[in-house]
């Protein structure tokens, strides 16, 4: 249980400080990685879901064997970031530091998948 309640709680962390900052960065980010945001909406709807999930791995890392049903989800969330950025780099589409994300991603995607399996009939969080 230690494993997942470290794992989840530098996961949130981490998320928390790579994505808050970004609600300040609108304008930034257009000029960084041309052309600018022309639907603002997606680009804060993105960050604000985003901010959530980070909010569910820390309550996760509270208790993960209650809150394992929660670890599915959040599997989901990391590997679902993996697999679209693998597309689009193999399509040609992105590059640069957008890879670096995913692969953090795809790490922590891996040890909530480790979690999960390690807390398997642990307790009641699932039955």
């Not at 957008?98 to 807390?119: N, R, Y």
């Amino acid at each position: 249980m230690k494993f997942a309640k470290i794992t989840f709680l530098i996961a949130g962390i981490y998320g928390l400080l790579a994505l808050i900052p970004m609600f300040f960065l609108e304008t930034q980010y257009g000029t960084d990685n041309p052309p600018a945001i022309t639907h603002p909406e997606f680009y804060y709807g993105f960050i604000g879901v985003a901010v959530a999930f980070q909010i569910v791995f820390i309550i996760i890392s509270r208790d993960p064997i209650r809150y394992r049903s929660l670890i599915g989800p959040s599997i989901v969330e990391k590997f679902s970031f993996v697999i679209a950025v693998a597309l689009l780099v193999y399509a040609g589409r992105t590059t640069g530091q957008i890879v670096l994300g995913a692969a953090i991603d795809a790490v922590l995607g891996t040890l909530f998948t480790i979690s999960w399996f390690k807390l398997e009939g642990r307790g009641t969080g699932d039955q």
